[in-house]
């Protein structure tokens, strides 16, 4: 097989950062050459400060052409929309509070996220987050999450995911096993949960069996190591994590995929050749490559996916493996609405600035040590 199909086998696996606003000419030649399944937007794809009629224009002409170089018809069109500090969109998207602060608003507030997700073209919203915020000290998850016990945690997600559903956009539980203890961010640094399965079974995984059981569609893995489970390599990189813990354990049959590669908790792992066979072995079925790194040039990006071709002709990753992946990754392409690219009107946007100020009036418990 020539090299540059073997390179694009792996988009079939990838899920790609743009640079910009507009495509530059590596974003073109990725888009191209690899042909990336899909494509995660973040707030400097998007032309902040401009009129709404501004932005949505330029923006529909980046996902237009994102289609047009990627000759994909079918794509994941994604965004990392939870609300809170986790918004990538301009005004007038509306801006939801936390999670942790939607309570019995969470599915009508899901619905309403949905609706303006998929009048941006998008078709798959990174979330709801399944973790729990055990751990006041942790400085990523917070009131991302939906609370603080597995109980208001779990009604939260699943509430949340329920109205993703009913809007029409994919969701994806996150970050499994569970993120909520940490004392670390897996942006900067690789944070170490010392939890032993049973612990798990107690708490962290009791949101994830809750989503699986409604048959949610994506599971997001975390950068963390957990020593007791598995000591050498992180949720990611680890069989005992994602099959026998989500796939045997709790029975997830959807597709696995990873947080993004170029998170500082994993991101120099990428560096070593085996690392992408590692991931695909453990269970991981889609990667997701920001290209948010200073670091993370577009050879970067060629450098992984060489690493995978490499590893499937050299036979460390079973060309079964990446077959299954990908019937798993089709088969919900395929069931995959594509959405256009057009404006909502002013009363729609309205009603979901009234809901998004009702929900600061929601009832909340913060941990004790959060004062």
């Given at each position: 097989?020539?090299a540059?199909?073997e390179?694009q086998?792996?988009?079939h696996?990838?899920i790609l950062g743009l640079s910009?606003?507009?495509?530059?000419?590596d974003d073109?030649?990725?888009l191209?050459?690899?042909k990336p399944v899909?494509?995660?937007f973040f707030?400097?794809n998007f032309?902040?400060?401009k009129p709404?009629?501004?932005?949505l224009?330029?923006?529909k002409?980046?996902s237009d052409?994102?289609?047009q170089?990627?000759e994909r018809e079918s794509?994941?069109?994604t965004?990392?929309?939870?609300g809170?500090?986790?918004v990538?969109?301009?005004?007038p998207?509306?801006?939801?509070p936390?999670?942790?602060?939607l309570g019995e608003?969470?599915?009508e507030v899901a619905?309403?996220?949905g609706l303006?997700?998929k009048s941006?073209?998008i078709?798959v919203?990174?979330?709801?987050?399944?973790d729990?915020?055990?751990?006041?000290?942790?400085?990523?998850?917070?009131?991302?999450?939906?609370g603080?016990?597995p109980?208001?945690?779990?009604q939260?997600?699943?509430?949340?995911?329920?109205g993703?559903r009913e809007?029409?956009?994919?969701?994806?539980?996150k970050?499994f096993?569970?993120?909520g203890d940490?004392?670390?961010d897996s942006?900067l640094?690789?944070?170490?949960l010392?939890?032993t399965?049973?612990e798990l079974?107690?708490r962290?995984?009791?949101p994830f069996?809750?989503?699986?059981?409604?048959?949610?569609p994506?599971i997001?893995?975390a950068h963390i190591?957990?020593?007791?489970?598995?000591?050498?390599?992180p949720a990611t990189?680890?069989?005992?994590?994602?099959q026998?813990?989500?796939?045997?354990?709790?029975?997830?049959?959807g597709?696995?995929?990873?947080?993004?590669l170029?998170?500082?908790?994993i991101s120099e792992r990428l560096?070593?050749?085996?690392t992408?066979?590692?991931?695909f072995?453990?269970?991981?079925?889609?990667?997701?490559?920001s290209?948010?790194?200073?670091?993370?040039s577009i050879?970067?990006?060629?450098?992984i996916?060489?690493?995978?071709?490499?590893?499937?002709?050299?036979?460390?990753?079973?060309?079964?493996?990446i077959e299954?992946a990908k019937?798993?990754i089709e088969?919900?392409?395929n069931g995959t609405p594509q959405?256009?690219?057009?404006?909502l009107?002013?009363?729609?946007?309205?009603q979901?600035?009234?809901?998004?100020?009702?929900?600061?009036f929601q009832p909340?418990?913060?941990?004790e040590?959060?004062?």
């Open positions: 097989m020539p540059f199909q390179l086998r792996f988009g696996h990838l910009g606003t507009t495509l530059n000419d073109k030649r990725v191209s050459e690899l899909g494509v995660i707030g400097k032309q902040m400060g709404y009629e501004v932005w224009q330029t923006f002409e980046l052409q994102v289609r170089y990627s794509m994941f069109m965004l990392d929309h939870e809170g500090t986790v990538r969109t301009p005004l998207i509306t801006r939801f936390h999670a942790y602060l608003l969470a599915r619905q309403a996220t303006e997700l941006l073209g078709n919203s990174w979330s709801p987050v399944a729990i915020f055990s751990n006041p000290l942790n400085p990523i998850i917070g009131p991302r999450a939906f603080i016990t109980q208001t945690a779990t939260g997600a699943r509430d949340y995911y329920l993703l809007s029409g956009i994919l969701g994806c539980g970050h096993p569970g993120h940490t004392s670390q942006h640094e690789l944070p170490i010392n939890l399965v049973e079974r107690s962290e995984l009791i069996q809750s989503l699986i059981n409604e048959q949610i994506f997001m893995t190591l957990f020593p007791q489970i598995d000591p050498d390599v990189l680890s069989p005992t994590i994602l026998t813990l989500l796939r045997k354990e709790l029975g997830f049959e597709v696995v995929v990873s947080d993004d170029d998170m500082k908790a560096t070593q050749s085996g992408v066979a590692q991931a072995q453990a269970g991981c079925d889609l990667l997701i490559v290209r948010n790194l200073p670091s993370s050879e970067r990006t060629y450098a996916a060489q690493d995978f071709a490499d590893s499937l002709s050299n036979g460390s990753l079973d060309e079964s493996v299954a019937t798993r088969k919900l392409l959405y256009s690219v057009h404006a009107d002013q009363d729609t946007l309205v979901h600035a009234k809901l998004a100020i009702a929900c600061s909340a418990v913060l941990p040590t959060m004062g």
